[in-house]
C-alpha cells in the first residue's frame, strides 16, 4: 500500500504529516531503534525515537541514520530533566538495596557515576540544530522561549500530560499538540504536577477531558493495541493514536527475549506502577526487580538517580537474558497482543492496525446509521 495514500477518515495531523493512518508508533527508550522508526514511517504512520537516555552526539548520529533511510517526517523525544546533584546519603541509601542484586550477577558494589542522565540543554540545543520534523517532551514542560526555539527551527512541538493541568501548562507553552498519556500506558508516566499523588487518570477519562479543555490536537496513549482502540481514540475527539507496547514485540525492537516471552504470557493484571526501580513512577510488568526493590521504598533514590543506579544491573540482567531483574515496562493492553504473529515487522503490525481501524470505523458509522 502506498504510504501517502490518504483517507476520507484521516485528521488534520494524519494530514500534516501525510499519515495513511492516525497512528504514532510511540518514543520509548529501551526499545525504539532507528530501524523501527524508518519501518514505521516508511509504513505511513509518524515513527518516533526515543532519545531521551541519548547524549547530543549520539541523536546526530541515529538522526542522520533515519533521514538516510526516509524522507518521511518522524519524531524525536526527550526528558525534559534538571541536573541531578544527590548527597551522598541518598546514594549509599539507595545502593543498600541495589548491592545485593548486582552481587547476584557478579557486579562489584555499585559507586555513584559521573552524571546521571545526559543534559537535558545540550539535547535540546541539538534537536534544534538539527530540525527535526516532531519533537516531544515527557517528564517536564518547557518555557515558551524554548518552544519558540523549536518552531522557528521548523519542529512541531508535543508535550505529554497525564492530567488537565499538564495539558494547559503545555498549551500556554505554546505545544503545538498534547499527547495524553492514561494510566494504562506502559512505561515512565510523563507526570510533572502534583507527581507525588501518582495521578492515574485513564485514557478514556483523560482523551476527552483534554479535548474539551485544550483547543489543539490531542494524541491519545494508554492502552491502545489495536484497530478498535484507534477508532475509540478518534471517537473520543483524538487526533491520533500513540501506540508502544503494540510495537514491542516487533522484530526492529530492541528489547530482550525474555521481555518479549513474558509480554506474551502476560495478562490483564500482570503489570504494576512503581517507582522503585527508576524513582520515578513507571508501568511494567511485575518481576522479582520490582518487589525486591518496592521491599524497601525508603531506599528509593529520586529519579534519574535510582535510574542510573539500577542501569548496570538491568544492562547485565539484558545480556543474561533474565527477564526477573529488567526494567519490562509494558501497558495493560500487553495481552491483546497474543491476536498477533511474534516477531513481525513494523510494517506488517501497521498494515494490520490500518485494516482494523478502517474495520472498526466502518462498524462505528453502520451502527450511528441504524439509529
Ligand atoms: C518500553 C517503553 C518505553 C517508553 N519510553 C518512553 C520514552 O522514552 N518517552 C516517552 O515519552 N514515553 C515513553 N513510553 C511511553 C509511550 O510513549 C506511550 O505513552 C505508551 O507506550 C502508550 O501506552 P501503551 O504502552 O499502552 O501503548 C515508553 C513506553 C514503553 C512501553
Redesign the pocket.
Known amino acids: 500500500m502506498n504510504a501517502s495514500t490518504t483517507s476520507r477518515h484521516a485528521t488534520a495531523f494524519a494530514r500534516r504529516f501525510d499519515l495513511r493512518l492516525p497512528l504514532v508508533q ?7 531503534t532507528t530501524a523501527l522508526v524508518v519501518a514505521s514511517c516508511n509504513a505511513g504512520a509518524l515513527g ?1 525515537l ?1 532519545a ?2 541519548m547524549t547530543a552526539e549520539k541523536i546526530a548520529a541515529e538522526v542522520a541514520q533515519i533521514r538516510a533511510a526516509t524522507s518521511r517526517a518522524f519524531g524525536l ?1 526527550l ?1 525534559v530533566l534538571e541536573p541531578a546533584a544527590p548527597d551522598d546519603a541518598t546514594v549509599r541509601r539507595a545502593l543498600g538495596a541495589i548491592d545485593p542484586l548486582r552481587a547476584e550477577f557478579g557486579l562489584p558494589p555499585g559507586r555513584a557515576p559521573e552524571r546521571y542522565a545526559p543534559a537535558f540543554r545540550e539535547q535540546l540545543d541539538q534537536v534544534i540544530a538539527l530540525r527535526v520534523p516532531v519533537v ?3 517528564f517536564g514542560v518547557l518555557d515558551a522561549a524554548d518552544v519558540a526555539r523549536l518552531k522557528a527551527a521548523g519542529s512541531y512541538v508535543i508535550g ?1 500530560a497525564t492530567h488537565v493541568a499538564e495539558a494547559l501548562a503545555w498549551r500556554d507553552a505554546g505545544a503545538d499538540a498534547v ?1 495524553a ?2 494510566a ?5 508516566r ?1 507526570t510533572f504536577i502534583d507527581a507525588e499523588k501518582n495521578p492515574l487518570v485513564g485514557t478514556m477519562a483523560l482523551v476527552p477531558q483534554l479535548v474539551d479543555a485544550l483547543g489543539i490536537p490531542v494524541l491519545a ?5 489495536d484497530g478498535r482502540g484507534i477508532a475509540a481514540a478518534l471517537a473520543l475527539g483524538a487526533q491520533a493514536a ?5 510495537f ?1 514485540p516487533c522484530a526492529e525492537s530492541a ?1 530482550a527475549n525474555d521481555w518479549r516471552r513474558r509480554l506474551a504470557a502476560s495478562s490483564d493484571t500482570s503489570t504494576a506502577v512503581t517507582r522503585a526501580i527508576t524513582g520515578r513512577y513507571a ?1 511494567g510488568i511485575r518481576n522479582t526487580l520490582m518487589d525486591r526493590l518496592e521491599a524497601e521504598p525508603a531506599l528509593v533514590a529520586p529519579y534519574p538517580v535510582q535510574n542510573a543506579l539500577t542501569q548496570e544491573l538491568r544492562q547485565a540482567a539484558a545480556r543474561a537474558d533474565r527477564g526477573e531483574f529488567l526494567s519490562l ?5 500487553a495481552p491483546l497482543l497474543r491476536g498477533r504473529q511474534a516477531g513481525c515487522g513494523a510494517a506488517e503490525l501497521i498494515d494490520a492496525l490500518d485494516a482494523e481501524w478502517r474495520a472498526a470505523s466502518m462498524r462505528a458509522s453502520g451502527f450511528a446509521a441504524l439509529e
Not at 494504562?184 to 515512565?188: N, P, R, Y
Not at 496513549?221 to 493495541?225: E, Q, R, T, V
Open positions: 510511540a518514543p520509548m527508550v529501551g526499545a525504539s518516533c526515543g531521551g537516555a523525544n526528558f516531544s517532551f515527557t505529554t499527547c498519556q492514561g494504562e500506558a506502559g512505561g515512565h510523563g496513549a494508554g492502552g491502545i493495541m500513540q501506540l508502544g507496547t503494540a514491542l528489547i508501568r515496562w509494558s501497558g495493560q493492553g
